[in-house]
Every structure is written in structure tokens, then in C-alpha cells.
């Protein structure tokens, strides 16, 4: 299956990327949405936590038929002149399947996870977050992943870290030569 994971600069937000290669303006949400759904089987969008966001989103995610899911953040950005911390953001999942019940993660529709830091761009999310995000699509090892924001390649690399919890040993997202003390070990004489 195909499935979608969105991370844009938030509504409002885009003029912070503005020295990112690929910035391209304010994103347009609805169209990203409609995009999500055409092209996808399942798809993950991670938004702010503003009226201005909630606004826009909501009739497009109901519409969707997708759920609004929770990443509240154990330790945020605290900003002079701002009484009340942002300190929690929507993460609207379409499941491309029905989530499997494993040991690996007790499902919620939130997770508490601390922001990452000196990451080289502002939201670069952290693994654990992708890692919910990714079980709670639904997704399997064997799924095509989309990351449709690039940015710092996070979510490209906690989907190979998530797809390596599936891997056994030998499997190709594992080596797939033997360090040579392998070699030597194995081949010794009893």
C-alpha cells in the first residue's frame, strides 16, 4: 500500500523555511489533502494546534473521514510573552488498514514525546512520533512510504528504523556481509 506522510511548514508558518531549497509559499491545505487522498491509501498530516489550523482542517478532515490524533510534548518550546505553552500538536491519520494490536507499542491516539532539538530545521519530529504515526496508519514493512516534506530526512530514517523492528538478523535492512571477526569465528577449528 501506498500511504502519505505530510509534515509541511503549518498554516501561517511557511515564511520560517524560507531559506529551505524547496520552499514554495504558504501551503495550500486543501489541495494537500485532496493530494492525500487520491494518491494514498493511507496518509499522516501533522498541523498546529492554532485556531487559525483547526479552522481550516477540521471540515477538510472530516470530510477525509480521518482521525485527529495527539502528540503532546514533554518538554516544548516556551516563548517570552506567551502565558500558555504550544505544547501539543494534531496528527490527522487516515489508516490505510486497520492497526495491528503488538507488543511493540500500546496504541493511543496520543503519545507523549519531547521536541527534538539542533535537528537543522524548526519541526523535524522525532522517531518515537513517526514511529506511532506509523503504526497507528496502519502501515507494514513492505508498504511504499511517501515523505512528502523531506526536510531533514526524519522521517525517511525512522521509517527504516521502524521497517528494522520487522527484520530478522539477516534480512536485507541488516548487514549483508559479515564483519571479518564473523568470518574468522565461524570458520575457526573446534
Not at 509559499?25 to 486543501?30: L, Q, T
Request: aromatic content about 10%; charged content about 25%.
Amino acid at each position: 500500500m501506498r500511504i502519505g506522510y505530510a509534515d509541511p511548514p503549518y498554516i501561517g508558518c511557511a515564511h520560517l523555511y524560507k531559506d529551505h531549497p524547496d520552499y514554495a509559499g504558504e501551503v495550500d491545505h486543501a489541495a494537500l489533502i485532496d493530494r492525500l487522498e487520491s494518491e494514498y491509501d493511507g496518509w499522516v498530516l501533522h498541523a498546529a494546534a492554532t485556531p487559525r489550523s483547526m479552522a481550516v482542517l477540521a471540515p477538510l478532515v472530516e470530510k477525509a473521514g480521518a482521525r485527529w490524533c495527539t502528540w503532546v510534548k514533554g518538554f516544548a518550546a516556551f516563548k517570552r510573552n506567551v502565558p500558555v505553552a504550544y505544547a501539543w500538536e494534531p496528527v490527522i491519520i487516515k489508516a490505510a488498514r486497520k492497526p495491528m494490536v503488538s507488543k511493540r507499542l500500546i496504541m493511543r491516539d496520543w503519545i507523549q514525546e519531547s521536541i527534538t532539538l539542533k535537528r537543522g530545521l524548526t519541526g523535524a519530529k522525532p522517531e518515537a512520533v513517526v514511529h506511532w504515526a506509523l503504526e497507528l496508519v496502519g502501515a507494514r514493512p513492505d508498504d511504499d512510504v511517501d515523505d512528502m516534506f523531506p526536510g531533514t530526512g526524519a522521517v525517511e530514517r525512522a521509517w527504516q528504523t521502524w521497517r528494522g523492528k520487522f527484520a530478522l538478523p539477516d534480512g536485507p535492512l541488516f548487514r549483508t556481509t559479515p564483519r571479518p571477526a564473523m568470518l574468522e569465528a565461524t570458520h575457526a577449528e573446534p
